[in-house]
């Protein structure tokens, strides 16, 4: 492949939800633009896009995958990206790098909940919206509706560019307004006839082209004065408009295309080519420490690694993008995050599991590299001499939780080693050794996510595990004051042990007053790992207990509050005022008071009308309204309390507080009851009591807890 200059490059994104046509648009491109000789597709396994064997198994993207092609002498870096919202840890990285982000919508759907979700990221990432209404050749296409949905979805800015001469099955031309032309397509699409616009259409096609102008020269001064004296706009002025506008997100245009018969991609790439903008054009990305960074194409090399594969026989393979300067194989780079200095022995340009060697990439370029040590997913290495560092990307929170258990004894260590090396790869899958749940917990955009996985760890690693629901982390705290005393005593040969405590033990509240009939010496507040606090007070009078006795009090208590005297889960929310107790001369020492201090404190506890406290999650789903019923009634049963709901044009947000316990599987449910078409978030609310009858249950399951 060529090498081209950074004016001449253009980096694309396609996102959308699962099914819209992204890979079929994918292998279109570049089957048109003569890349490829023959067109794959999605249901045999043959694209280039979906080349992993994950993908071809299930007949869908799960991983992001980059492909070249060269269209008219620009470079158009295109990124395929799964739409299920499992994989979207995938998809966001490849949006990061990309300045273009094409939004491919089904024209018999609709908007749907993936393209929602991307859209709030690419605005995060500043991209600059194009969007494709596909599928208008399917016998329920509605072009019109989509569109008017999209707008009432993204905003005014949304403007069509085009339209079908006819949808549904006799689709065959598509309508230009900005062109004011015809594309007439042969039976088997690809290339155009261009002809005037039929008579029929005419007055619609100027009216939306006098629209488009009218909108361009409004958010353009010169162009509004050129407008106002030539009452019209000639293309170049149009495309340079639109250009701008596209630029200032004043306008995202709207493409209308049909991937599957090949009807309109060469002109989606004209358009690219034309008015996307390149990326020494585009609002530069982030820096690790805020502000933004900008390019420097002349300047010394820097490159930012954007997706990380391990692929057989070939080793760790990292995609990244130049944003400074230009790469040149041979080139020592330094990772910003840790020093070390890297050899980039070869690039490559990929056209999926395809890879081209070329000698240099130039600024805002894209390839892929192996053999790279000392770097990972989310770095930046530049040229020694010259440093800037960007941000990396984030992730939304995984929405599904698993524990990892293993088939066979003795893998464990490999496992979490298997695990740690896919959260380097795609760190959207999250990992925790849980001390507190004596579980690997693993988490993920859905379990879609989770079993790719799981699939990895058997296919890639050869290790058999099960995926089991986590434990819940309950809390205890108590809800009553109580005192007790403990005295600690022992007598075995030399040496004795004697301590005496007595305390009151309290549920804890902020701002709550000193005891009535006890005098507060010194306070110390804990603010505990596992949350909420316990509060030590020394109420000792008459140096009855020393004070350097205190600390194996207090540490006899933290033991207890580890492992609650309730149910063995941790205690929290606790005051604790040691009044009185005794010493013995000779044979009081620490262990003796951590003792009495532990023993008091559980007989306390018990005696304090304990609660056992679960986890409650604010939830929020967004669904389309048809489903808004059968949503609302499942939340109910897993004991939900609705919060409220809002409307967004077809879709309503669903605001709930559910228990931790009560989400298993909800992702699946949630997902069956609505065919894929909803999608939630949740986030960690309070700890709030459980029912008497959950706190039964748990105690009894927590007391036989096993080991996993
Ligand atoms: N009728 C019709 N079907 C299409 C079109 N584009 C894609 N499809 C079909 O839609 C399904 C999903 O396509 P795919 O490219 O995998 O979508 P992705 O999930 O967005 O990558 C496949 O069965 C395609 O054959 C189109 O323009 N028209
Ligand atoms: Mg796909």
């Given amino acids: ?57 299930k007949q869908k993207s799960v991983y992001s995958s980059l492909m070249t092609l060269d269209w ?13 919202l499992d994989f979207s840890g995938e998809s966001f990285g490849s949006l990061k790098v ?83 032309t015809m594309y007439e397509f042969p039976e088997e699409g690809g290339k155009p006839d261009k002809l ?4 029929s259409h005419r007055d619609r096609a100027q009216l939306l082209h006098n629209e488009l102008i009218e909108i361009i020269a409004e958010n353009d001064e010169t162009l509004m004065d050129v407008y106002f004296e030539k009452g019209t706009l000639d293309e170049e002025e149009l495309i340079d408009g639109l250009r701008s506008c596209m630029l200032n997100r004043q306008i995202f245009p709207v493409f209308c295309l049909s991937a599957e018969r090949n009807m ?27 502000g933004e960074y900008k390019s420097d194409k002349d300047g010394k090399a ?117 695990l740690n090396q896919l959260h380097r790869e795609a760190p959207s899958l999250f990992v925790e050794h849980s001390q507190e749940l004596r579980q690997m917990i693993i988490g993920g955009q859905g379990e879609e996510h989770l079993a790719s996985i799981k699939h990895s760890l058997s296919h890639r690693f050869k290790l058999s595990v099960e995926f089991v629901e986590p434990r819940i982390p309950y809390r205890e705290t108590i809800t009553k004051p109580v005192k007790s005393n403990y005295k600690h005593k022992k007598q075995s040969g030399g040496a004795g042990q004697y301590g005496e405590v007595h305390m009151l033990v309290e549920p804890w509240y902020e701002d709550m007053p000193p005891p009535p009939d006890i005098q507060v010496r010194d306070v110390q507040t804990f603010d505990l790992p596992w949350g909420g606090k316990f509060v030590f007070q020394n109420c000792i009078v008459g140096g009855v207990i020393d004070n350097r006795f205190m600390p194996a009090i207090i540490k006899g208590v933290m033991e207890k509050l580890e492992t609650g005297p309730l149910s063995g889960c941790r205690a929290r929310d606790i005051r604790v005022s040691v009044y009185d107790g005794s010493m013995h001369s000779v044979d009081s020492n620490e262990a003796a008071f951590k003792t009495a201090g532990l023993m008091a404190f559980k007989k306390a506890f018990l005696d304090a009308s304990p609660q056992l406290l679960e986890p409650v999650y604010n939830v929020e789903v967004l669904v389309p309204s048809e489903f808004m019923g059968d949503v609302m009634g499942d939340l109910s049963t897993r004991r939900g309390q609705i919060q409220g709901m809002d409307s967004e044009g077809s879709l309503q947000t669903i605001k ?53």
């Avoid at 008219?72 to 299920?84: C, E, F, Q, V, Y």
């Avoid at 008015?275 to 020494?280: E, F």
């Avoid at 020093?339 to 805002?364: A, C, I, P, Y």
């Avoid at 909803?678 to 959950?694: I, L, Q, S």
């Fill in 264 to 290: 309109g991609s060469g002109r989606l790439m004209g358009f690219i080519d034309s008015v996307a903008p390149a990326p020494t054009e585009v609002t530069g990305p982030e820096l690790a420490h805020g």
């Fill in 656 to 708: 709930a507080r559910v228990p931790l316990s009560e989400m298993n599987r909800y992702y699946t449910q949630l997902k069956s009851m609505t065919q894929g078409r909803a999608t939630y978030h949740m986030e960690f609310a309070e700890y709030a009591p459980v029912p008497r009858d959950v706190q039964d249950r748990v105690m009894r399951e927590t007391m036989e807890l096993e080991e996993v």
């Fill in 196 to 199: 005037p616009i039929p008579e």
């Fill in 98 to 180: 990309s300045d273009t982000s094409i939004f491919v919508l089904d024209a018999e759907r609709g908007v749907e909940v993936g393209t929602e979700m991307f859209w709030k990221q690419a605005a995060n990432y500043k991209s600059i919206p194009i969007f494709v209404i596909n599928k208008v050749d399917h016998p329920k296409a509605d072009f019109n509706r989509t569109l008017e949905m999209a707008k009432e979805r993204f905003g005014r800015e949304v403007v069509a560019i085009q339209y079908p001469y006819e949808q549904g099955e006799g689709f065959h031309a598509i309508i230009d307004i900005l062109k004011m």
């Fill in 1 to 57: 492949m060529n090498t081209y200059t950074s004016e001449r490059v253009r980096n694309i994104v396609l996102l959308g939800h699962a099914g819209s046509g992204k890979t079929t648009l994918a292998e279109t491109m570049l089957f048109e633009s003569g890349t490829i000789s023959r067109r794959g597709n999605v249901a045999a396994g043959s694209t280039v896009s979906d080349y992993h064997p994950i993908e071809k198994e």
């Fill in 302 to 418: 820097g490159i930012f690694i954007f997706k990380t594969y391990s692929e057989d026989h070939v080793g760790d393979l990292m995609y990244f993008r130049v944003y400074n300067g230009s790469v040149k194989s041979g080139m020592d780079l330094v990772n910003s995050s840790n020093g070390n200095s890297s050899r980039l022995s070869s690039l490559f340009v990929s056209q999926g599991s395809k890879r081209d060697e070329v000698s240099v990439l130039n600024t805002g370029d894209i390839g892929a590299v192996v053999k790279l040590k000392d770097a990972g997913f989310g770095d930046t290495l530049h040229e020694k001499g010259f440093e800037f560092q960007l941000k990396s990307i984030e992730y939304p929170a995984p929405t599904v939780r698993m524990a990892v258990k293993s088939l066979k004894t003795g893998d464990e260590d490999k496992i979490g080693m298997a």
């Fill in 72 to 84: 008219r002498g620009h470079k158009i870096n295109l990124i395929d990206t799964p739409g299920t």
